[in-house]
T-cell receptor, first 115, second 117 residues
Framework: DTGVSQNPRHKITKRGQNVTFRCDPI?????LYWYRQTLGQGPEFLTY????????KSRLLSDRFSAERPKGSFSTLEIQRTEQGDSAMYLC?????????????FGAGTRLSVL | GESVGLHLPTLSVQEGDNSIINCAYS??????FIWYKQESGKGPQFIID?????DKRQGQRVTVLLNKTVKHLSLQIAATQPGDSAVYFC????????????????FGPGTSLSVIP
């Protein structure tokens, strides 16, 4: 158990529809990240939250993508007007610092299929 | 993007043998490196890390070697078991952009490890 819950685990949608994913860290963590992973590749950074503030957005995050983290707890990632190219695994991660170690813990992800 | 390659490198090893997975990184300024394991249907899971002031770090059945001269990392798994079958990613920890310093992880291309019983 990584302490990060993502819902839904799978989402199938038609092109042009809007989708929203949710990430729930079990305990409070001020740092939260979203990544996108396509088949055969490593996760690619999308955006970072420190508490409720969104501090960085990747150029991969087009205007159709929006992420929020109200109250600095759970986070949502919304994709508007989905395209087939949005099909991917969307991963959420929290960051824990233990001494000199900086470790990111990932949820199981939401797999999006756009038909 | 930072990840490259559409074809996942694969490594097949016999159960009980040692596995070595290699990785090259590009950023000379990177000072912290991490290996992640990803099983099917799961998110990446932390295995072991190493700071740039070290050449070697050992964990339980795993060892990470860092060669800063050639910007190369390797992950060694001793006595490979069927449960080690997964995709392995090396990652660099860099500082994110912005007025507040934070850590950002950049993943390299993965290697798919298959353990033959």
């Amino acid at each position: 158990d990584t302490g990060v819950s993502q819902n839904p685990r799978h989402k199938i949608t038609k092109r042009g529809q809007n989708v929203t994913f949710r990430c729930d860290p079990i305990s409070e963590h001020n740092r939260l990240y979203w990544y996108r992973q396509t088949l055969g590749q490593g996760p690619e950074f999308l955006t970072y939250f420190q508490n409720e503030a969104q501090l960085e957005k990747s150029r991969l995050l087009s205007d159709r993508f929006s992420a929020e983290r109200p109250k600095g707890s759970f986070s949502t990632l919304e994709i508007q007007r989905t395209e087939q190219g949005d099909s991917a695994m969307y991963l959420c991660a929290i960051h824990r610092t233990w001494g000199v170690e900086n470790i990111q813990y990932f949820g199981a992800g939401t797999r999006l299929s756009v038909l | 993007g930072e990840s490259v390659g559409l074809h996942l490198p694969t490594l097949s090893v016999q159960e009980g043998d040692n596995s070595i997975i290699n990785c090259a990184y590009s950023n000379s300024a990177s000072d912290y490196f991490i290996w992640y394991k990803q099983e099917s249907g799961k998110g990446p899971q932390f295995i072991i890390d190493i700071r740039s002031n070290m050449d070697k770090r050992q964990g339980q059945r795993v060892t990470v070697l860092l060669n800063k001269t050639v910007k190369h990392l390797s992950l060694q798994i001793a006595a490979t078991q069927p449960g080690d079958s997964a995709v392995y990613f090396c990652a660099e920890n860099i500082k994110g952009e912005g007025y507040v310093s934070y850590d950002k992880v950049i993943f390299g291309p993965g290697t798919s490890l298959s353990v033959i019983p």
